[in-house]
């Protein structure tokens, strides 16, 4: 995707998803012969809802009809949460993060797992897990000294973490539009058959 139309897509797309609370995280345009894709990313403060997607997906849709941002080829429009192998570049997506173990590269200090506490202006304060029966160790890490950040995959959950599923997408689950607004849903909240449709 040019660099040009990244940019209109973003300008068009930012306010609408905006509107609905949420933040427009990533656009991107991928081709596959004559199919294209438009991947939108979106996340909010207390988890992406599934019915605000839905609703998002529909506007997003009619107002890349109503433009000439796409062009005249078809295309496949598709809304989706960020997975857990998202980089972690601004403080908000830390913030959204908090009580999870993420993988850090710190400029001067090399690699560091530890679990996000709090986050403030600056930087994290964590929590190392102990080793071999020792405590966990408190830690800092300002945003300045962190090259990448990753969440880390936790198969056991600590005791009182809260369950990601129910009515949000997390963790990369996605909601297909071909831009006729028909998206289906799962009845469990957490699965989503996709209706991705040519546009």
């Known amino acids: 995707m040019s660099t040009t139309q990244s940019e209109r897509l973003r300008a068009l797309l930012e306010p609408l998803v905006g509107e609905a609370g949420l933040d427009l995280e990533d656009v991107t345009l991928t081709a596959s012969g004559r199919r294209r894709q438009l991947l939108l990313v979106v996340d909010a403060e207390d988890g992406v809802q599934l019915d605000t997607v839905a609703a998002v997906?529909?506007?997003?849709?009619?107002?890349?009809?109503?433009?000439?941002?796409?062009g005249e080829a078809e295309y496949v429009l598709e809304v989706t949460s960020p997975g857990t192998d998202r980089p972690l570049t601004?403080?908000?997506?830390?913030?959204?993060?908090?009580?999870?173990?993420?993988?850090?590269?710190?400029?001067?200090?090399?690699?560091?797992?530890?679990?996000?506490?709090?986050?403030?202006?600056?930087?994290?304060?964590?929590?190392?897990?102990?080793?071999?029966?020792?405590?966990?160790?408190?830690?800092?890490a300002d945003f300045a000294e962190i090259a990448k950040a990753r969440?880390?995959?936790?198969?056991?959950?600590?005791?009182?973490?809260?369950?990601?599923?129910?009515?949000?997408?997390?963790?990369?689950?996605?909601?297909?539009?071909?831009?006729?607004?028909?998206?289906?849903?799962?009845?469990?909240g957490s699965d989503i058959d996709e209706s991705t449709q040519e546009a």
Not at 57 to 70: E, G, N
Not at 108 to 122: N, P, Q
Request: aromatic content about 2%; proline content about 5%; hydrophobic content about 30%.
């Open 90 to 140: 601004e403080p908000r997506h830390f913030r959204r993060n908090t009580g999870r173990l993420v993988k850090l590269a710190l400029k001067e200090r090399g690699e560091l797992i530890a679990r996000i506490m709090a986050v403030d202006e600056t930087g994290l304060d964590l929590e190392v897990p102990g080793v071999k029966g020792r405590k966990p160790k408190p830690a800092r």
């Open 57 to 70: 997906s529909r506007t997003v849709s009619q107002a890349l009809d109503d433009s000439d941002v796409m």
């Open 151 to 188: 969440v880390e995959v936790e198969f056991s959950r600590k005791a009182g973490e809260p369950d990601d599923l129910g009515d949000h997408l997390d963790d990369g689950d996605d909601l297909g539009d071909g831009g006729d607004g028909d998206d289906e849903l799962g009845d469990g």
